[in-house]
């Protein structure tokens, strides 16, 4: 799942970074003023990812794991990704995980 999450968020910066943007490959994208999108869908996990501003959301649906958020988390603060808000919602067997990380100059340039 992280994976997948850490390669849009990159498609996604190269693509905030050029003028005009092109889709990713294997994605839906959407273009507007300052919003880029991009989602994946795997047997694990559909993992969404969209630049707003100069925020970057992250969200994920997959089964209720144990750990799962915890180990999302380390994944991300090993990338040096400044997390500003978490928010995890369950519906029976189903977990939402939000994430607004800040987008660095770093991030941006991948």
């Not at 996604?12 to 959407?30: D, G």
């Not at 003023?33 to 649906?61: Q, R």
């Not at 603060?77 to 660095?104: G, Q, R, Y």
Request: hydrophobic content about 40%.
């Amino acid at each position: 799942m992280l994976p997948s999450a850490t390669s849009y968020i990159q498609s996604l910066s190269a693509m905030a970074n050029s003028a005009p943007a092109s889709p990713c490959n294997s994605s839906s994208t959407s273009d507007t003023i300052n919003e880029l999108f991009a989602n994946s869908k795997s047997s694990i996990a559909d993992v969404e990812v969209k630049f707003s501003g100069a925020n970057l959301l992250l969200k994920t649906f997959s089964p209720r794991l144990p750990g799962q958020a915890t180990k999302i988390m380390s994944v991300l603060e090993d990338l040096s990704l400044e997390v500003l808000k978490v928010t995890i919602n369950t519906a029976d067997e189903t977990m939402v995980i939000s994430f607004t990380i800040k987008v660095s100059i770093s991030l941006r340039s991948l």
